[in-house]
């Protein structure tokens, strides 16, 4: 298959699994001590935040995560304007998407916006 063809393939192909989810209830210091159970994937860059039923609603960079009071929530702390791909998107729709807005990563979410992937910028450099 050549490289221009792999473009057309799912985003699912080339998404990774090792996304950070967190529940938006959580505190800062809540969700330090999850992320430390749950053990995290190579590259975070974005943590997800996501309600009971697993749908996204948020982002939160790392940065504010880690520089926010223990106490906050991340529901005040989050980005709700959250850009997403639908997992019926290809590899090619991802490329484009992450350039157009200058992201290192994007999340991928079904139908009902529950988070099942996540497309970085580094997986093509």
Known sequence: MSQAQHLHLPVL???RQDYAALNHQLSV???LEDIRTQGLGERI???YVVDDEQRLIGVLPSRRLLTAPL???LVELMDTAVIA???RATILDACQLL???RFLALPVVDEQQRLCGLVALIVWL
């Open 45 to 47: 860059i974005y943590f």
């Open 85 to 87: 791909l639908p997992n």
């Open 71 to 73: 106490d906050a929530k």
């Open 29 to 31: 210091r809540e969700a």
């Open 99 to 101: 350039i157009r807005h």
């Open 13 to 15: 192909h080339a998404a």
